[in-house]
């Protein structure tokens, strides 16, 4: 299952364009639910997200696909995921929150997360978008309590509009470009190292914070 995950994430333009070949105008629904799932339900942060706009814009500029109606559909998927994610923290984020890891939520993901909103505050609704894994869990953890609805829309609806609209474009404009196309899995796979690396860094440094204190710690101890 692993090996035929990463062949669909690594090789995703080639199953994208076979997908809307088989099934036509239902490709608009398939990528419509990818999206709504992977910021929507907090359980799936592992979908593609950032490479599936760009490869779905390179499709579209194939005219396979219309990239008006790819725009409104996924802004709409994105918006409405965020809101439900942010429904279901409000709902059962207290009871989540204070229980060690379960099989399907990592605790020390929601932890990283509400790192976030200490350091960006409501602005990390929208540079959220651009990280995976922290995407997925920045709307549960609003929804906990870190902003009201109405703060969180705002911030929500403009996350949503420039993720998307960002990336479906360069998809659009340079999926099909000769040397994007011929080393189109090398692009799909910086585009998720490019993504995971503000994620990596935050870590890094939570890390060497953690060590430091330790240390300043052990200094004390040994004063």
């Known amino acids: 299952m692993l090996t035929t995950f990463l062949d669909i994430i ?3 333009d080639k199953h994208l364009a076979q997908i809307t070949s088989d099934y036509g105008a239902w490709t608009y629904l398939i990528v ?3 999206i709504f799932c992977e910021t929507g339900l907090v359980v799936t942060p592992f979908l593609p997200g950032d490479s599936l706009l760009f490869a779905i814009g390179a499709i579209a500029a194939l005219g396979s696909l219309d990239l008006g109606l790819l725009a409104v559909l996924l802004i709409i998927a994105a918006v409405v995921g965020d809101s439900v ?3 279901i923290g409000k709902a ?5 929150m204070n229980r060690p890891d379960s099989r399907w939520l990592r605790k020390e993901h929601l932890e990283r997360t509400h790192a976030f909103f200490e350091k960006y505050g409501g602005k990390t609704i929208i540079i959220a978008r651009f990280v995976p894994i922290v995407r997925t869990f ?10 009201t609805y109405r703060r969180f829309l705002l911030f929500n609806v403009i996350g949503g509009v420039v993720w998307v609209l960002g990336f479906l474009l360069a998809g659009y404009f340079f999926g099909n470009m000769p040397v994007v196309k011929k ?3 090398l692009v799909i796979l910086a585009i998720i190292a490019i993504s995971l690396l503000p994620g990596v860094i ?3 440094r939570a890390r060497r914070a953690k060590r ?4 300043a710690a052990k200094g004390q101890d040994v004063l």
């Open 183 to 185: 080393n189109f899995t």
């Open 212 to 215: 430091a204190a330790v240390a």
């Open 85 to 87: 994610n942010y429904q």
């Open 92 to 96: 059962l984020g207290p009871r989540v």
């Open 202 to 204: 935050e870590y890094w």
């Open 32 to 34: 419509f639910l990818v």
């Open 138 to 147: 920045a709307p549960f953890v609003a929804g906990v309590g870190a902003m």
């Open 10 to 12: 690594i090789h995703l």
